[in-house]
Every structure is written in C-alpha cells, then in structure tokens.
C-alpha cells in the first residue's frame, strides 16, 4: 500500500508538472488584450510588458516563476484584475465564501440524498419509489442555474423570505448571513441531493437482492437490521467515494451559481484570469486546482482500500 | 424501516442545525448598517405611504438617502495614476474632484442666453479662481520650458488652490500635494497607464513626456514616402515598420525562440514571427513585399514606416523639466507644451492627479525592477477629498460611500442649485450613501429593482415592450453611430473568387463593388424601424457623425443641430429641400428607405455587372444567375446577429422583389472571428458589418481622422483619401485639396495649397468655416458607400420612484446631473413603507 501511495504520489508531480508547463505557455500565446489603435497609453503598456518578462522567452519565464514560486513562495502580483495585489492573498479571500457555500449544501445533500435514497430502494416499484426517481431524474436533468432562478423568483422575489444576494462581509457564521446564503445552498444542494439519491438506490436495490441478503435474513436478522448491518455497508463502497468527491469540490466554487447570487468566491476567478490575461493569478488557479484534482483522484483511491478491505491497492495478485 | 428512516432524518437536520453554527459569533457580531435598514419592521398600513404617519427612522442610521446601485463588474483600483477601464473608475466621482466642475446654470451660477438647466457653467472646485495666464512671465523666466518666441498666452497658468480642500481624515491639501503627485504620476520607474493623459492629449504638460519616457527608444513616422525618404538620403537600415499597426499584429507574435514580436521591427531584420499564429512575417519582408520603393502599399509608408530620432535622456531632475510647479503655499503653476485655453483648458483640468503621498510611497513595492502599487486598491488605502468616503469595501462584492464630512463642499456655499420645480434653493449631493452591489444578471436586478432595492434598471431586449412607455423610462444617447461597412476590395474579392471552392455560377462578390448596387443598399432600409426591430433603444442613424456631439462646448451647441449638417444629409439622401417648409421637416422626412429608387438603381446595377462580366443571365430571364452573397463579419455569434441578419434579408427580399436581383442577395453570418472581425473587413475577406467609432462628444472634428486615416480606416485597402479631391469656398477663394489635407487642416495641422499656407483647426478658423469644412467631409464619406449608417447608439433604463432627475432632458455634458443634483421623493423609511404599501412589488 505504502509503496503504491508513493508510486501515485511521484507520478502526481510529474503529472502536475507537465500541466503547469503546459498551461503556463498556452495561456502567455494568446493575445494580450487589445488597445484601441492609436491609443496613447499603448507605451506604457508595452513599456511595461517589457519590464514584467512577458517578452522573454515562454520557458525562460515558466523558469522564472517556478524559481519564485520554490525559492519564496511567490505567486506574484496581479497586474489587471487586482492591480499591484498579491494573488495568493487574493485567493485565500475568497476561498471561506465558495467553501462555506458549498459545505452547507453538502451537510444539506448527503443525508437527504442518502435517505431518500434508501427509501426508493426499499420501496422499489412503488408509488414511493416511481416519485422519487421522477424528481431525481428531473432535478439531474434540468441545469442548476433554471432552479437557481426559480429559487431566486419564488423564495427571494414573489415570497420575500430570502435575499436576492449573499450578503456583503466577512461574518461567515453569523444569522443573516446563513439566511443570505440558503437560496444559494438550495440550487448548489438539488443537483447533489439528486446525485446521491440515483447512487445510493441502484446500489441499495441490487444489493438488497444479492444472496447475502436472502441468508442475513434465514439466519433471523429483521429486515431493517440485515438492510442497516449488510446492506447499507456494502453500498458504503460506492457512496463514501463519492461523498469524497464532493467534498473535494467544496474548494471549486460554480460559476454559475456564485455569480446569480453574488458569492464572493472562487468561481469565477480562473475564468476571469484567463479573459483579463492575468497571468500569475490564472498560474496560481492552474497549480492549486490541478493538485487539488490529482490529489483527490488518489484519496479517492486509497478510501476503497479502507471502506472494502477486500480490495488491495497496488497489488499484483 | 420507519426507526431507520427517523434515524436518517434525525441525523439529517442534526447535520442541517450544526450549518447554523456560529452562535456566539452571531450574539457579538455588531450589525451593519445596512442589515439595520434591511431588517428594520415597516408598518404597512395604507396610512404609510404618508411621510408623517411613517414610523421615524431609528436614530442610529446615518444614511437617510442611500441611492442603491449595482455594477456587474467591481472597480478593483482607483488609483487615480493607474486605473485603466471605466468600470475601475467608478468610485473616482464620489471620491475625488477636479480643479473645476461642470454645473448646471441656474439662479445661483447663471449663464447669458440660456433658460435655467439649458447649459452649464464652470466653478473652480479644487481651485479657489479661474486660472491666471501666465504665459508672458513664464517664458522670461523658465526658458527651459519652451514656450513658443511668439507665443504670448495659452501656455502657462497659474492656479490658485483651494485652502478648505482637505483629505478625508482631516490633512491639508495644497501646493505640495500637486507637485508631489504629478512627480509620482510622471515617474519612470512606475509606469503609470494614467501618465500619459498628462501628455499625449490636448492637456500637454511641458517636458511630461520626456520625463515620464525616461531611458526608452523613440520612434517617429517618416511621414514621406519610401521613395522620397531614399531621395532625400535616408537610408534603409534606419528605418522600422510599425508592425503592430501594419500587420495588426501584437506581442503573442514570436520567433522560432518564443521571443514576442516588438512594436517596431527593423526593415532588414529577417526574423520570422507569427509562426504560432499561421500569419508569419519578417520586417524585411513587409519593407520589401508591400511598404518599400515602388512597393504595393508604399503609400502607407508615411505612417507605418519610422526611424529612432533618439532616446529619452535619462537623470532627468523634475523640478528643471516638468511645467507643474509650486508658486505658493496654494498656488501651482502649470505650463503646457501646446496651447490650451478657454473651455478645453477648464475641461481638461475637470480631473485631478493628486494622491495622498505618504499613503502612497507606502503602498509602493518594488520587485525585480518592476514597481507595484496597492494605493487605493482596498479600503485601509483609499482616501478621499471629494463629498464621499469609501465605508466598505470587498472585492466583487460590495462597494459602499458615505458623507465625507471633511469636504469642504458642504459648507462652502457654492454648492447649491435651485431647483426649477419649486424655485428653492438645495445644497447638491442629498444622497447621504451610496451602497453599490454587484449584481451580474440582469434578470436579477429587474427583480430587485422592482422590490426597489436598486435605483435604475437598464432595460434588456425583452423589456422594451412592457416599459419603453413608462413614466420612469429614460432614453439617453450614446455617442456612437452604427454603420454597415461594404466590402469594395477588388482584389480581396478577385482572390476569393479565384479560390478553389467558390462556385462562380452560382455566387458572386464583384456586383459589391459596383457603384449602383452599393447606392440601392444604401436606400434599402428604413433605419428607424431597423432600430426598432432589433435593438429599441438605439434610433436609426442616417450621418456618419452621431446626434449627441457638441461642435461648441461652452454653448453646448450640437453639430447635428446645425445647417450644414442637416444639409449634408439631405444632399446625401437626395432630398429635394425646396419642397419641404424648412430644414428641419426636410431632415425629418429622411428614412433611409426609397424603395422605387433602390430598385431603379438595382436594375442599373445588374446592368453594369453584367457588362463588366461579374455576373451572367444565360436564360436571360433578366434575373442574374448568380447569388450575391454578402458575407457578415461575426466576431460572436448571438440571438441579436441572428436578427439583424434576419432583418437585412427579410428587407432586401422586399426591396428587390421584382428587380433582377429578386431574392439573389443574401446575407450570410461568416464563421466566428472573435477579435480579427476587424481585420477580416480591412482586408476584404468579409463584406460587411455593423461596426462604429466614438470619439469626444466636445470634438465633432476630430472624427474626421477616423475615415481618411489608414490606421483607422476600415476602407484602407480600397479607398485613398489623398487622391480625393474637394473644393470648398473659403472666405470667398476657392480652395481645392485632398479630403486628407483637409481633415488634416482641421484638426489643427497646416496644410499648403497653391503657395499658400491654411489651418482651420480649433482657434485657427470661425467655427462656421469650420462646421462647412466638416458637413462636406462627411457627405464625402457617406459618397464613398463604405459606410452605411444604420444606427444612433443608445440605452434606456428606468429610475426608481424613490429618485427623480432634477431635469428630464439628457445633455451630453451634464447627462441629467448624476449623483450630485439627484433628489428623492422617499427617504429610506417612507420608501420601505411605500415598496411595502405596494405588496412588495412596483408597478413602472
């Protein structure tokens, strides 16, 4: 195991590496946003430019910044969406906003998703069930943003229980910022609670029918202890995994989202990177993000070792 | 089952509960203001629509009058020497003021000849009085700023500050701070985008530009021909082709190496770039292929080609070269390095340069040469000197300014208007805060802006029906006229055609480029219901110049308002002026639209192409076999590109309906371009689309440089504005001279015809010459058929019932008074109670 986790570590790296070179030189390739012809400030800009590196050779500048990046930690300053700003400052700021959101939504998510989930499997070809599927299918169906709007119209707009917006500040935990934050938490929460809802009553539904199950039950167990002591556990292989995932994307932010209710997060930050040429803080997005990929990807992994012992990582047998 | 499912549901809001957390958090945590205002209770009885019964707002808010406003994107600096774009200069109208201010005329500040809100007049605001020409005083004893030998005014002023301007915590203002900025805005080490408005423009401070270039390479137009530079013994290894311009090339341009393409590149240098970007060149191959002797394009070589006619001195000392200096402990002088007078100068000095020195050096870093500065870039370093302060700050979030009570503006007496309604006297700037949120869709903000949490909605497409009509409804003019560009590059055109793939009996570009067809175009739509149809907040435009620039800004007198212009429209449009009472209905009368007329010229077109053998009629049906197939140049697709090309089809179908060209022409979106849209119509590769320039409202003349200018021209690969002739009398002579030279002379350059010198520029010539030299430039360029005028830009929103505008008629200087003369029918009690009194939804 030991030597499998360092096998994915290493090619984690290198992997990372290969990405950040990659993007570091696409993204210098565009072209650097236009000025009008003639406009007098073109000199200064250039001028600028200049004195920044961005006419040196793309791996003499990628050397440049992974020298700063190892030897002081120095992402760089922003240079036009946050003008003379440090971008890891900037990032760190708007990290509590995109993670709060996107932690209440999933508290909210996975025990409803789960429940309901269950409940369809043990109802299945039910009323209940039939239900239950209907929404879910219609909840994964329909984009986020539609029932973002219409979470916005009827709870914020025609009903006044809700603000259109998050609210303004950095008072995470307090009242009116956890009520700003509900119409927000709801439209991030449907798509998921529908998610775990499919996940969890395939895999309950196929493993309430396995065999294991039919002998849990002559051995006297009553149903609810077999479905709570087997069944659910089985399932676990499959959900933990993904409630992983889920929890990984916490730090990811929607753009979408973020931006129909005015959540001062992350979401919008790497497109915006991109569009304005700003160029350390799209490499500080493209780092973090890509080892926040790969890293996931592994401790995703790893869990199936942990939750089904049967499953041996890295072996060869 | 049923334990289970509790136990599930039992965790769930367990879980739900803990997401409440922060309950101490909750209990300590001072409200904000606004959550006070928000979460206030509101009675909402009939009776509270009524300001008396209304209950009292508690005495802990300070913002009586908050006006509500949201941006989709957020100023991130405001610093006022390196803000770039508009949406960073946002919070610079309630934070900063300029050395003089634009107000209104009323009672209190009258103008001669104008009814009260009809015009403005100029105040010192940071200034304490009008500036002093010093320009004789200057000259004798600062040789070194190099005034003109026969220049005896317009150079040099003196200013005398403002003693009661302070910064927001309570620190004096004066001369120092000028200098002390302008050192900072100008030094070369900065690079500061702002320093260039200090000396490229009309605001030209002396020895600026020297100081701020210290150390950098200058280039300058050889402003002859190739061929007349090597005869006057230039030589070719000096010279550089300004490749950005030329190529329409930039920086992500490399080399083999990766090196990024520089401005100007050496006529020699055999260095390939663009290969990245399937365009490569070399500068010696442009100077040989097109710029050179007897080159294709040797005629652009004036302005593309350039030599290095030096290098800034660098150790330059400021206080021996730059013309702003201290004269007094509240007074400045500033000396120009070109002549600014009258309204310009007092324009131009509407803005300010001053920072908060010691704030900030302290915001200054600098790193591997390259300096940064966080001045005014969050709220622990921002500071104010104008009526607001900024209160709040986060990033793409929220933005919030209240009372600068440090501003002297409110004790001053001057800032005060009488209102034209009930003849009383206020003091400007009754918005006590201004709270400003981002809100990125639009369907958002109509939401909120009918709950009434925001002050103005700008109306969308699919809002136009229901509230174009509306009392609230504002249209206000944009500065831009909208023109269908025709492609009439013959060569571009042979090439596509020769192209493997164009089938030439079945389509045809030729027929473009003949005279008659482009004339039917011309008259083929009515422009103002074209506007009505896809875009109701613009209007039809039917001139090259819009309707909202000022040919005489101290009078605020239009250009579109004069005789000559309306003539010009009418010569265009050939309307027959002795048939209508006056100018006036004969330029009303104009639509764009002449079916009778389109189809005659159609039919003579057919004709013409045919004989030219650009099209065929094999069956002669006298319908031409061939599609014209007129190729729209997208940047981005969208649902409005899907309606204008809808509109311009389904019109000419109309139009040609019986013609022989019945349902042969046909506008077809071309693949997305993004930002080359442009460069495709430059060089004939599309034929049309709806593109436009804006220059300065105040400047109508300076439009001109944009259509006879091949760094601007759209049209400079088929149309040459020096081989154009006009004639135009003069103080009764005759002149006759390029439309270039006369554009040229316009704007201020003097030009030679015969063996006489004229300049008709701003000062140079009466303004009714002027305006005469304008109209018949621009009837000439309407006569080129490249530009088809389609559209006035404009917008339209609605106001809040809460505000109204102290005037209802949009003036292209004073727009309608902004934040300083808005006045509200609601403070923010009584309009609680009324949004509430209304069922929480507003009727516009």
Same mark, same amino acid.
């Given at each position: 195991?030991?030597?499998?986790?360092?096998?994915?570590?290493?090619?984690?790296?290198?992997?990372?590496?290969?990405?950040?070179?990659?993007?570091?030189?696409?993204?210098?390739?565009?072209?650097?946003?236009?000025?009008?012809?003639?406009?007098?400030?073109?000199?200064?800009?250039?001028?600028?430019?200049?004195?920044?590196?961005?006419?040196?050779?793309?791996?003499?500048?990628?050397?440049?910044?992974?020298?700063?990046?190892?030897?002081?930690?120095?992402? %760089?300053?922003?240079?036009?969406?946050?003008?003379?700003?440090?971008?890891?400052?900037?990032?760190? =700021?708007?990290?509590?906003?995109?993670?709060?959101?996107?932690?209440?939504?999933?508290?909210?998510?996975?025990?409803?998703?789960?429940?309901?989930?269950?409940?369809?499997?043990?109802?299945?070809?039910?009323?209940?069930?039939?239900? /239950?599927?209907?929404?879910?299918?219609?909840?994964?169906?329909?984009?986020?943003?539609?029932?973002?709007?219409?979470?916005?119209?009827?709870?914020?707009?025609?009903?006044?229980?809700?603000?259109?917006?998050?609210?303004?500040?950095?008072?995470?935990?307090?009242?009116?910022?956890?009520?700003?934050?509900?119409?927000?938490?709801?439209?991030?929460?449907?798509?998921?609670?529908?998610?775990?809802?499919?996940?969890?009553?395939?895999?309950?539904?196929?493993?309430?029918?396995?065999?294991?199950?039919?002998?849990?039950?002559?051995?006297?167990?009553?149903?609810?202890? &077999?479905?709570?002591?087997?069944?659910?556990?089985?399932?676990?292989?499959?959900?933990?995994?993904?409630?992983?995932?889920?929890?990984?994307?916490? /730090?990811?932010?929607?753009?979408?989202?973020?931006?129909?209710?005015?959540?001062?997060?992350?979401?919008?930050?790497?497109?915006?990177?991109?569009?304005?040429?700003?160029?350390?803080?799209?490499?500080?997005?493209?780092?973090?993000?890509?080892?926040?990929? !790969?890293?996931?990807?592994?401790?995703?992994?790893? =869990?199936? %070792?942990?939750?089904?012992?049967? /499953?041996?990582?890295?072996?060869?047998? | 089952?049923?334990?289970?499912?509790?136990?599930?549901?039992?965790?769930?809001?367990?879980?739900?509960?803990?997401?409440?957390?922060?309950?101490?958090?909750?209990?300590?945590?001072?409200?904000?203001?606004?959550?006070?205002?928000?979460?206030? #209770? @509101?009675?909402?009885?009939?009776?509270?629509?009524?300001?008396?019964?209304? $209950?009292?707002?508690?005495?802990?808010?300070?913002? +009586?009058?908050?006006?509500?406003?949201?941006?989709?994107?957020?100023?991130?600096?405001?610093?006022?020497?390196?803000?770039?774009?508009?949406? *960073?200069?946002?919070?610079?109208?309630?934070?900063?003021?300029?050395?003089?201010?634009?107000?209104?005329?009323?009672?209190?500040?009258?103008?001669?000849?104008?009814?009260?809100?009809?015009?403005?007049?100029? @105040?010192?605001?940071?200034?304490? *009085?009008?500036?002093?020409? @010093?320009?004789?005083?200057?000259?004798?004893?600062?040789?070194?700023?190099?005034?003109?030998?026969?220049?005896?005014?317009?150079?040099?002023?003196?200013?005398?500050?403002?003693?009661?301007?302070?910064?927001?915590?309570?620190?004096?203002?004066?001369?120092?701070?000028?200098?002390?900025?302008?050192?900072?805005?100008?030094?070369?080490?900065?690079?500061?985008?702002?320093?260039?408005?200090?000396?490229?423009?009309?605001?030209?401070?002396?020895?600026?530009?020297?100081?701020?270039?210290?150390?950098?390479?200058?280039?300058?137009?050889?402003?002859?021909?190739?061929?007349?530079?090597?005869?006057?013994?230039?030589?070719?290894?000096?010279?550089?082709?300004?490749?950005?311009?030329?190529?329409?090339?930039?920086?992500?341009?490399?080399?083999?190496?990766?090196?990024?393409?520089?401005?100007?590149?050496?006529?020699?240098? *055999?260095?390939?770039?663009?290969?990245?970007?399937?365009?490569?060149?070399?500068?010696?191959?442009?100077?040989?292929?097109?710029?050179?002797?007897?080159?294709?394009? $040797?005629?652009?070589?004036?302005?593309?080609?350039?030599?290095?006619?030096?290098?800034?001195?660098?150790?330059?000392?400021?206080?021996?070269?730059?013309?702003?200096?201290?004269?007094?402990?509240?007074?400045?002088?500033?000396?120009?390095?070109?002549?600014?007078?009258?309204?310009?100068?007092?324009?131009?000095?509407?803005?300010?340069?001053?920072?908060?020195?010691?704030?900030?050096?302290?915001?200054?870093?600098?790193?591997?040469?390259?300096?940064?500065?966080?001045?005014?870039?969050? !709220?622990?370093?921002?500071?104010?000197?104008?009526?607001?302060?900024?209160?709040?700050?986060? &990033? +793409?979030?929220?933005?919030?300014?209240?009372?600068?009570?440090?501003?002297?503006?409110?004790?001053?007496?001057?800032?005060?208007?009488?209102?034209?309604?009930?003849?009383?006297?206020?003091?400007?700037?009754?918005?006590?805060?201004?709270?400003?949120?981002?809100?990125?869709?639009?369907?958002?903000?109509?939401?909120?802006?009918?709950?009434?949490?925001?002050?103005?909605?700008?109306?969308?497409?699919?809002?136009?029906?229901?509230?174009?009509?509306?009392?609230?409804?504002?249209?206000?003019?944009?500065?831009?006229?909208?023109?269908?560009?025709?492609?009439?590059?013959?060569?571009?055109?042979?090439?596509?055609?020769?192209?493997?793939?164009?089938?030439?009996?079945?389509?045809?570009?030729?027929?473009?480029?003949?005279?008659?067809?482009?004339?039917?175009?011309?008259?083929?739509?009515?422009?103002?219901?074209?506007?009505?149809?896809?875009?109701?907040?613009?209007? %039809?435009?039917? %001139?090259?110049?819009?309707?909202?620039?000022?040919?005489?800004?101290? =009078?605020?007198?239009?250009?579109?308002?004069?005789?000559?212009?309306?003539?010009?429209?009418?010569?265009?449009?050939?309307?027959?002026?002795?048939?209508?009472?006056?100018?006036?209905?004969?330029?009303?009368?104009?639509?764009?639209?002449?079916?009778?007329?389109?189809?005659?010229?159609?039919?003579?077109?057919?004709?013409?192409?045919?004989?030219?053998?650009?099209?065929?009629?094999?069956?002669?049906?006298?319908?031409?076999?061939?599609?014209?197939?007129?190729?729209?140049?997208?940047?981005?697709?969208?649902?409005?590109?899907?309606?204008?090309?809808?509109?311009?089809?389904?019109?000419?179908? *109309?139009?040609?309906?019986?013609?022989?060209?019945?349902?042969?022409?046909?506008?077809?979106?071309?693949?997305?371009?993004?930002?080359?849209?442009?460069?495709?119509?430059?060089?004939?590769?599309?034929?049309?689309?709806?593109?436009?320039?804006?220059?300065?409202?105040?400047?109508?003349? =300076?439009?001109?440089?944009?259509?006879?200018? #091949?760094?601007?021209?759209?049209?400079?690969?088929?149309?040459?504005?020096?081989?154009?002739?006009?004639?135009?009398?003069?103080?009764?002579?005759?002149?006759?001279?390029?439309?270039?030279?006369?554009?040229?002379?316009?704007?201020? &350059?003097?030009?030679?015809?015969?063996?006489? $010198?004229?300049?008709?520029?701003?000062?140079?010539?009466?303004?009714?010459?002027?305006?005469?030299?304008?109209?018949?430039?621009?009837?000439?360029?309407?006569?080129?058929?490249?530009?088809?005028?389609?559209?006035?830009?404009?917008?339209?929103?609605?106001?809040?019932?809460?505000?109204?505008?102290?005037?209802?008629?949009?003036?292209?200087?004073?727009?309608?008074?902004?934040?300083?003369?808005?006045?509200?029918?609601?403070?923010?009690?009584?309009?609680?109670?009324? @949004?509430?009194?209304?069922?929480? $939804?507003?009727?516009?």
């Amino acid at each position: 195991m030991g030597k499998y986790v360092i096998k994915r570590l290493i090619f984690m790296v290198f992997t990372l590496f290969i990405i950040t070179l990659m993007c570091f030189v696409l993204v210098r390739m565009l072209p650097p946003a236009e000025l009008p012809p003639g406009d007098p400030h073109t000199k200064i800009v250039e001028a600028r430019r200049e004195a920044l590196g961005y006419n040196k050779p793309y791996l003499e500048q990628f050397g440049i910044f992974l020298k700063n990046v190892f030897t002081k930690g120095d992402w %760089g300053v922003s240079d036009v969406l946050y003008f003379g700003q440090d971008v890891f400052a900037i990032f760190v =700021s708007k990290l509590p906003a995109t993670m709060i959101v996107n932690f209440y939504s999933i508290i909210l998510s996975i025990p409803i998703g789960i429940a309901l989930g269950i409940w369809a499997a043990l109802r299945k070809n039910t009323w209940v069930d039939d239900t /239950i599927s209907t929404l879910t299918m219609a909840l994964i169906s329909v984009p986020s943003f539609v029932y973002a709007f219409l979470i916005q119209y009827f709870l914020a707009f025609k009903l006044g229980w809700f603000p259109f917006l998050m609210k303004e500040g950095t008072d995470w935990f307090s009242w009116p910022m956890f009520v700003s934050m509900i119409p927000a938490v709801l439209s991030l929460s449907l798509g998921v609670i529908a998610g775990f809802t499919r996940t969890t009553r395939a895999e309950l539904t196929e493993v309430l029918t396995s065999e294991f199950m039919l002998l849990a039950r002559t051995k006297g167990l009553t149903k609810v202890q &077999a479905t709570v002591r087997h069944a659910l556990k089985n399932c676990m292989v499959v959900i933990v995994p993904s409630i992983f995932g889920e929890f990984i994307s916490i /730090i990811g932010g929607s753009l979408i989202i973020e931006k129909l209710f005015s959540v001062p997060g992350v979401g919008q930050l790497y497109l915006n990177s991109i569009n304005g040429r700003d160029y350390p803080l799209f490499m500080l997005l493209t780092v973090f993000y890509t080892a926040i990929g !790969l890293v996931a990807a592994i401790v995703v992994d790893i =869990s199936y %070792g942990f939750i089904d012992p049967r /499953i041996r990582m890295g072996s060869k047998k | 089952m049923k334990k289970l499912l509790a136990l599930v549901c039992a965790l769930a809001m367990a879980l739900s509960l803990a997401a409440c957390g922060g309950q101490p958090e909750q209990s300590t945590a001072a409200p904000t203001k606004q959550e006070t205002t928000t979460k206030a #209770p @509101v009675e909402s009885t009939p009776a509270a629509t009524e300001p008396a019964t209304t $209950e009292a707002p508690e005495p802990e808010k300070p913002a +009586d009058y908050v006006y509500k406003d949201s941006v989709t994107t957020l100023s991130t600096n405001w610093n006022p020497h390196t803000y770039q774009t508009t949406d *960073e200069s946002y919070p610079t109208d309630f934070l900063y003021m300029g050395l003089y201010s634009f107000f209104f005329n009323d009672e209190s500040h009258p103008l001669e000849g104008k009814e009260p809100f009809e015009g403005y007049v100029i @105040v010192p605001e940071m200034a304490a *009085e009008m500036p002093v020409d @010093v320009t004789a005083d200057v000259k004798a004893a600062r040789p070194e700023f190099n005034i003109p030998a026969d220049a005896t005014e317009g150079y040099a002023y003196k200013i005398a500050l403002n003693k009661d301007a302070k910064w927001s915590d309570g620190t004096a203002i004066n001369a120092d701070t000028y200098v002390e900025s302008m050192k900072r805005l100008l030094d070369p080490k900065l690079l500061n985008y702002r320093a260039t408005d200090y000396y490229a423009g009309d605001l030209c401070i002396a020895g600026a530009e020297n100081f701020a270039l210290q150390g950098q390479k200058e280039y300058t137009a050889i402003g002859v021909t190739t061929t007349e530079f090597l005869e006057k013994g230039g030589k070719v290894e000096d010279l550089y082709v300004d490749a950005y311009d030329f190529w329409n090339s930039d920086a992500s341009y490399t080399d083999a190496d990766g090196n990024s393409l520089p401005q100007y590149v050496s006529v020699l240098d *055999e260095t390939v770039y663009g290969e990245n970007v399937d365009d490569a060149f070399s500068g010696k191959e442009l100077y040989d292929s097109y710029l050179g002797a007897g080159a294709e394009y $040797e005629s652009m070589s004036p302005d593309e080609l350039y030599t290095i006619t030096g290098e800034y001195a660098t150790g330059l000392d400021y206080d021996k070269t730059v013309g702003c200096y201290k004269t007094g402990d509240y007074e400045i002088t500033l000396v120009f390095g070109k002549s600014l007078a009258g309204f310009n100068l007092l324009y131009n000095l509407s803005g300010n340069w001053i920072v908060k020195v010691d704030l900030y050096d302290k915001c200054l870093t600098e790193k591997e040469g390259v300096w940064t500065n966080t001045y005014c870039t969050s !709220l622990e370093t921002s500071v104010s000197y104008g009526p607001y302060v900024m209160t709040d700050y986060q &990033a +793409d979030k929220h933005m919030r300014f209240e009372r600068n009570e440090n501003w002297y503006g409110w004790t001053d007496g001057k800032h005060t208007y009488v209102d034209p309604e009930d003849g009383e006297t206020y003091t400007m700037y009754q918005t006590t805060a201004i709270d400003t949120q981002v809100v990125e869709e639009a369907a958002t903000r109509k939401l909120m802006f009918l709950k009434g949490q925001l002050m103005g909605y700008g109306l969308q497409s699919e809002d136009f029906d229901t509230y174009r009509s509306s009392d609230y409804c504002y249209a206000t003019p944009g500065s831009t006229i909208f023109f269908l560009i025709l492609n009439g590059h013959k060569k571009a055109i042979e090439q596509r055609e020769a192209s493997e793939g164009f089938d030439t009996t079945k389509y045809d570009l030729q027929t473009l480029t003949v005279l008659n067809f482009r004339k039917a175009v011309a008259v083929t739509y009515d422009k103002d219901l074209f506007a009505a149809t896809i875009s109701p907040a613009r209007s %039809g435009g039917f %001139g090259i110049i819009g309707i909202s620039y000022l040919y005489d800004p101290e =009078s605020g007198s239009r250009y579109r308002d004069t005789d000559q212009a309306k003539k010009a429209l009418c010569d265009f449009y050939s309307v027959d002026t002795t048939k209508f009472a006056s100018l006036d209905d004969a330029v009303d009368s104009i639509t764009g639209y002449d079916p009778e007329t389109a189809k005659t010229l159609y039919n003579e077109a057919f004709k013409e192409a045919l004989e030219l053998g650009y099209i065929t009629d094999e069956d002669k049906d006298g319908v031409c076999d061939q599609t014209i197939q007129i190729e729209y140049s997208l940047s981005s697709d969208s649902d409005f590109m899907t309606k204008t090309i809808n509109y311009l089809n389904e019109k000419m179908n *109309e139009v040609t309906a019986g013609t022989a060209f019945d349902g042969k022409i046909v506008f077809v979106k071309s693949a997305p371009y993004g930002n080359d849209w442009s460069t495709k119509i430059k060089q004939g590769m599309a034929d049309t689309v709806l593109g436009g320039w804006n220059g300065s409202l105040l400047n109508p003349f =300076s439009l001109t440089d944009l259509y006879v200018n #091949p760094s601007y021209q759209y049209d400079a690969q088929w149309f040459d504005a020096t081989t154009v002739e006009m004639t135009l009398t003069i103080d009764g002579e005759e002149l006759t001279t390029n439309i270039k030279n006369w554009s040229d002379a316009l704007n201020g &350059a003097t030009i030679t015809i015969g063996d006489k $010198e004229y300049c008709f520029g701003s000062g140079r010539a009466d303004v009714e010459t002027r305006l005469d030299i304008l109209a018949a430039l621009e009837t000439k360029f309407l006569g080129t058929y490249d530009y088809l005028p389609m559209l006035q830009d404009g917008s339209m929103a609605l106001l809040s019932q809460q505000v109204y505008y102290v005037i209802d008629e949009y003036n292209p200087v004073m727009s309608r008074g902004g934040i300083q003369y808005m006045k509200y029918n609601y403070n923010e009690a009584e309009w609680e109670a009324y @949004v509430a009194s209304q069922g929480g $939804e507003l009727k516009y």
